[in-house]
């Protein structure tokens, strides 16, 4: 495999990049981006891998033990907004609304795909959630078949330890990803979000 087939098949294997996007990413890198912007970026991405890690708290990704969110003295820690990623706390983050604190889980639950709760961050979810420590737990799952299925699975196990559960309200499309949702039909789901248990 030459240099140009190498870069196109490690672009492919980018969510959402299919060949022919690939091949066109490469060679923009190849034709268009100097030398330096190549290395630039080529470190860039290096420097990530070594300095990104979950928070020790919620999981989402931070570069130093415990995410900016977290320590954040002015969050409302009586509720906790879970989500599938840490590309879903930016989504609800860029509605500048939420001023909880959040939990990732990892994923959605889909046992077609091998993923089932033990795959998930489910266990240190109910242990942040432990009974009356936190008020609201909004479960802020992807409107999808698998988030659909992670949303109830979670409503059973957390009805009993917290006094409130909900969900982001209807408007999102079936199948959607939060972080493609745009920021007002992100906020009226969260100012909406009813009830489950």
């Not at 990623?85 to 889980?105: C, F, M, Q």
């Not at 009974?131 to 078949?145: D, H, Q, T, W, Y």
């Not at 009805?159 to 920021?183: F, I, R």
């Amino acid at each position: 495999m030459n240099s140009i087939e190498r870069v196109i098949a490690e672009l492919e294997k980018l969510p959402g990049i299919g060949r022919k996007t690939a091949q066109r990413i490469a060679f923009w890198i190849i034709l268009k981006l100097e030398k330096e912007g190549a290395v630039s970026l080529a470190k860039a991405i290096t420097a990530v891998k070594d300095t990104v890690r979950p928070c020790s708290i919620c999981f989402n990704t931070t570069e130093t033990d415990i995410c900016h969110i977290c320590a954040d003295p002015k969050r409302n820690r009586d509720v906790i907004c879970v989500v599938e990623g840490p590309s879903d706390v930016l989504a609800i983050e860029r509605t500048r609304l939420y001023r909880g604190i959040y939990h990732v889980l990892g994923g959605a639950l889909s046992p077609l795909n091998g993923i089932g709760p033990d795959d998930l961050r489910i266990k240190e979810l109910l242990s942040r959630v432990g009974p009356g420590s936190v008020k609201e737990v909004i479960l802020a799952c992807n409107p999808s078949i698998e988030g659909q299925a992670t949303t109830l699975h979670l409503c059973r196990l957390l009805t009993p330890l917290s006094p409130k559960v909900t969900t982001l309200a209807l408007g999102l499309p079936m199948g959607g990803d939060l972080e493609l949702a745009d920021e007002v039909t992100l906020s009226r789901a969260l100012e909406g979000r009813r009830a489950i248990a």
